[in-house]
């Protein structure tokens, strides 16, 4: 089923119980639990957009040589491409 399919699907089985307030905020309830918290929201709004993987020695040494600020990663698209491989 599409998304669209889905949606009049669950409006038209809505209509039945329209009338019965308290059908409904049963319904309410229960979609509100459906959602994800906040709290989740903002760990993923951190969570940064590149992974990490360990280095050798011999790559290590060079560390430091270039760094690289959150918002230069951010606002270049090419380094955040880069760094997200």
């Known amino acids: ?9 669950l ?3 809505l209509s039945i119980i329209a009338e019965d307030e308290g059908m409904l905020k049963k319904v309410l309830t229960f979609v509100k639990t459906l959602t994800p918290a906040k709290k989740t929201k903002v760990v993923a709004s951190t969570k940064k957009p590149y992974k990490t993987i360990p280095v050798s020695s011999d790559i290590r040494k060079w560390s430091g040589c270039a760094s690289f600020t959150e918002d230069e990663i951010e606002s270049d698209p090419r380094l955040k491409a880069l760094l997200s491989r």
């Open 1 to 9: 089923m599409t998304t669209l399919q889905l949606n009049a699907e």
């Open 11 to 13: 409006l038209r089985e």
